[in-house]
């Protein structure tokens, strides 16, 4: 009887070891795989490098360039100090600072830690020689961003930097995790899926103490694809250094396809500081009133002043409310209503082509009554304002034409002949962009074609530019054109035109100033403008920021004219 | 096909799987004691059947005669470990004998089998039953007790607690069959009960880590409950199938220490998976069927009382192994017979076994 009880406790015994070994291998085996990869699987992970960007002749803006990190995998004591021991003469850091690196950096037994980063490749060199004596010694490379011109084109370029959650929740479907390093701004921003590289690894087995063991497998880090840009870097160069020291935007743009050539905008700061990861810096660059991070070239709205004469022109010609024999008599000012409307100077008697050279306002004054409003605000639409150019930067902004309609709506006013008198010489409500008024331009050097500003040339060697390349025909007569264009030519080459000073550099330039007052303080001064006069090659438009008069910013087009034509660019 | 044919095969087996994974577990680490340690298993397992062979060939009335002869040579080996034993963590446990270890604790817990079935099977003139069923307490109790505690107690103090404890369980399942009466054994276990708290003064403080360590393994996860918590991972990482032969990374990245010895059978699982485990308990559970059917069928008192306290002992043995290893039981020095690395266990289970296949052999001549 004792004896089949005894067997039925065995049994029992049996089925309980049985049950237990199912419940560990079966419903527990996922967990235990799991700790068991993490005993012995280490992952070092192997840092691709962004892509590029280059200028127009493949010349490199930005790159990359690898940094070496030595990475310990976490080992018992004894090993370690034997480790640090060997690694402290190479480094030249004590072993005391090396156990505080790793102390610091140590999360969990699993995990390698970086104990010093972007060593030189001598010294990683020297590492990779002596690899055998050093256990648990592994070099880490990384790409880090390398800007070679440092600030050039900042703010077309953008920088680097840790992803924050408002991209993280947009890009998460894309592959994006927390601590991507993704791109600000610019081009690094808004091609940051070709840019991005993707990472590769090694992963590594180790013994019980942290000994490197095998490599189980490897997956090679992907370079990210590089973008060419139709920036010149020679010109770009150019446009920095004569807008140095001063608060605007310069563009430059080839007026036939919309490439733009140069793009710059002042106060930049320097990307380069969000590599090092100097906090300090970068704060007070954020907390900078001038914000260094605005590309004032598409993000700021300014009122054009003179420079919208031009459409006005356009405008009047189209319609035929004026012609090239209608003169208007600039008495220093125009009564419009009850208000008197001053012109900067008394111009007596002037025509159309006087009117544009010497940036009479009571000529516009006329000639935008004599328009209307609402066909002054239907001719700025087709010459691009009011919307974003469809440049591929983030955070273009649209700039804003008023009229009538809008007024009622919006400000429950009634739109007086004061207001077209504003709007007719680009002040009031009217806000634009540089990069929209140097579009604006473009339509006179190349005879009636508004063009889609575009910075991507190519993608990985591929070339886009003719998917990004738009050139709407705008159906305007050939005779308005040439004669608008006539008085842009006027604005230099006569004696009392208002960008006179280009006059004598050795090139046609035609162009038109304009000092655009605003509440802030001192005017904003303008200059935009094409050369050669005969057969354009450049549009320019060089916006100061309170720069006093647009004859400051005439002065700067002539720098950067003159700077082209010694280096022989034109 | 006869019982012991049985038994030596599912032995053999079990020992095939013992070499494996003992190859296994030292195939990747570099060291003399390594590269040896599979042929040294071999050739404990040839020595093993040949015991197998001579222990089952005799009459083994013939252990009856000799009982307190070998009683004593066991006593005398495990009083000369205490003086020329080898220390080997942290227990003096083996004598040196020319180029092998040999551990006598593990021929003790033969001994009081041998000794507690001869005691207990003993007859009355005139009646065929069992004395034992009219002993009274000191007869029943007392007198077998000292006669174990003696080989128990010197075990305990080399400390190996674990086979200690065997030597003990057995004593009291050997009580139980042989029908002793059963409040003897109920009075036993209740003044043992008395003697657990004062029991805990004794232990060793690895000891008492230990069963705390089994209470609650992530008390110390890199100390005392480290091997536990490596043998679940081991064990549950192999999952269904296994991870395949040498590839067992927690046995062969030395996470898992003592994956040749105690802890095969996590060496084993994480290699062979659930499917394996189940084979080799499988396997385990036959032997010891075997064994319990010879016990039943043999008339033999003493015969009976043998076949059965040496299945007992190699079940409880693989059994307490298989569940520490799954951290079901307090970590304790047990071999899991038959696999684990040790000429002694080996040998000393190939002869226990070698006794039941000649029970049942002989059973028909009584």
Redesign the interface.
């Known amino acids: 009887m004792r004896i089949r009880l005894l067997h039925f406790v065995v049994i029992a015994i049996f089925i309980f070891l049985a049950i237990s070994l199912i419940n560990l291998t079966v419903f527990q085996g996922g967990k235990f795989t799991d700790l068991s990869n993490k005993n012995c699987i280490r992952l070092i992970s192997q840092g691709g490098s962004r892509g590029k960007i280059l200028d127009t002749n493949g010349d490199m803006i930005v790159g990359s360039v690898i940094s070496y990190d030595v990475v310990v995998l976490p080992q018992t004591r004894e090993s370690m100090a034997k480790t640090f021991e060997g690694l402290s003469p190479i480094l030249g850091i004590s072993t005391e600072e090396l156990w505080q690196r790793f102390r610091r950096g140590y999360s969990e037994p699993s995990v390698p830690v970086a104990i010093a980063k972007n060593i030189s490749l001598e010294k990683a060199v020297a590492l990779e020689e002596r690899k055998l004596d050093l256990d648990g010694v592994v070099i880490q490379s990384d790409a880090l961003r390398f800007y070679p011109y440092g600030s050039l084109a900042c703010h077309v370029i953008g920088y680097l930097s840790e992803i924050d959650r408002w991209r993280l929740t947009k890009l998460a479907d894309y592959g994006y995790k927390t601590k991507d390093i993704v791109g600000m701004g610019g081009i690094e921003e808004k091609y940051d899926y070709y840019l991005r590289q993707e990472d590769g690894g090694l992963s590594v087995e180790v013994d019980h103490q942290g000994r490197f063991s095998r490599v189980l497998g490897f997956r090679p880090p992907q370079s990210g694809k590089d973008v060419q840009l139709t920036l010149d870097l020679r010109l770009q160069k150019i446009v920095e250094t004569s807008m140095e020291g001063k608060n605007g935007a310069a563009v430059m743009m080839n007026p036939h396809t919309g490439e733009i050539l140069a793009m710059s905008s002042f106060p930049n700061f320097d990307p380069s500081l969000f590599v090092r990861k100097n906090d300090k810096s970068v704060g007070y660059l954020f907390a900078d009133p001038a914000a260094p991070f605005f590309n004032r070239a598409i993000t700021g709205q300014y009122p054009p002043g003179s420079v919208f004469k031009p459409i006005v022109a356009a405008a009047g010609l189209e319609t035929g409310r004026i012609n090239l024999s209608t003169s208007f008599d600039c008495a220093g000012s125009l009564k419009v209503g009850r208000r008197e409307f001053k012109c900067w100077d008394t111009h007596q008697n002037q025509d159309l082509v006087q009117a544009i050279a010497h940036s009479c306002d009571v000529f516009f004054y006329k000639t935008g009554l004599a328009v209307g409003p609402q066909v002054l605000h239907d001719y700025s639409v087709r010459f691009g304002l009011t919307r974003p150019t469809g440049i591929e930067l983030p955070y273009e902004e649209s700039g804003f034409i008023p009229n009538p309609i809008w007024k009622k709506i919006y400000k429950f006013q009634k739109w007086y002949d004061g207001d077209t008198a504003n709007f007719s010489i680009g002040q009031g409500e009217v806000l634009t962009t540089p990069l929209q008024i140097c579009r604006m331009m473009a339509v006179f050097a190349n005879h009636g074609k508004l063009v889609t500003p575009y910075l991507v040339k190519a993608i990985d060697g591929q070339d886009f530019s003719a998917s990004h390349r738009r050139i709407v025909p705008m159906h305007i007569k050939d005779a308005v054109i040439n004669n608008i264009s006539k008085g842009l030519r006027e604005v230099v080459s006569d004696a009392k035109g208002t960008a006179n000073v280009l006059a004598n550099i050795g090139l046609n330039v035609a162009g038109k100033t304009g000092t655009s007052q605003n509440p802030r303080g001192l005017s904003h001064g303008w200059f935009t403008g094409f050369a050669p006069y005969e057969k354009p090659k450049y549009v320019i438009c060089v916006f100061l920021e309170h720069g006093e008069h647009g004859y400051a910013a005439a002065v700067v087009a002539k720098k950067i004219f003159e700077l082209m034509l010694q280096q022989g660019l034109l | 096909m006869n019982t012991t044919f049985k038994i030596l095969i599912a032995a053999l087996l079990i020992a095939v799987i013992g070499i494996m994974s003992i190859y296994s577990s030292a195939s990747?680490k570099e060291g003399e004691l390594w590269e040896t340690l599979c042929q040294r298993q071999i050739i404990w397992v040839i020595i093993g059947l040949l015991a197998f062979w001579f222990f089952s060939n005799f009459n083994y009335r013939w252990l009856w005669d000799w009982t307190y002869f070998i009683y004593g040579i066991v006593i005398f080996l495990l009083l000369l470990v205490f003086i020329l034993g080898i220390v080997r963590l942290g227990a003096q446990r083996w004598l040196k004998l020319m180029w092998f270890n040999f551990q006598p604790s593990e021929t003790a817990k033969l001994i009081t089998i041998l000794f507690l079935a001869k005691y207990f099977s003993r007859k009355s003139v005139d009646d065929v039953a069992l004395k034992a069923s009219k002993f009274g307490l000191w007869r029943a109790l007392i007198l077998p007790f000292i006669f174990v505690g003696i080989p128990m107690f010197l075990i305990i103090e080399q400390p190996d607690l674990g086979s200690g404890a065997i030597v003990f369980l057995i004593f009291f399942?050997m009580l139980?069959?042989s029908?002793v009466k059963l409040r003897f054994i109920i009075i036993f276990l209740a003044i043992l009960g008395l003697l657990i708290p004062l029991g805990w003064n004794f232990l060793r403080d690895y000891q008492r880590d230990r069963i705390m360590v089994f209470l609650n393994p992530n008390i110390d996860p890199l100390g005392a409950g480290y091997t536990v918590i490596?043998s679940?991972?081991?064990?549950?990482?192999?999952?269904?199938f296994g991870k395949g032969w040498l590839s067992g990374?927690?046995s062969q990245?030395?996470?898992l220490p003592e994956s040749h010895t105690d802890f095969i059978f996590a060496t084993f699982?994480?290699e062979w998976?659930?499917l394996g485990?189940?084979v080799l308990?499988g396997l385990?559970?036959f032997i010891?069927f075997q064994g319990?059917r010879t016990?039943?069928r043999t008339r033999d008192h003493y015969g009976s009382l043998l076949a059965?306290g040496i299945t007992?002992m190699f079940?409880i043995q693989a059994?307490v192994n298989?569940?520490m290893t799954?951290g079901?039981a307090p970590v304790v020095g047990l071999p899991l017979p038959l696999m684990s690395y040790g000429g002694s266990s080996v040998l000393v289970t190939f002869i226990g076994l070698g006794i039941v296949a000649n029970v049942s052999k002989t059973r028909a001549v009584f």
């Open positions: 990747r399942i139980y069959l029908n490596q679940k991972i081991a064990i549950g990482s192999g999952g269904f990374t927690q990245l030395k996470f699982s994480e998976g659930l485990g189940v308990m385990y559970f010891i319990i016990a039943q059965l007992l079940c059994c298989i569940a799954m079901l």
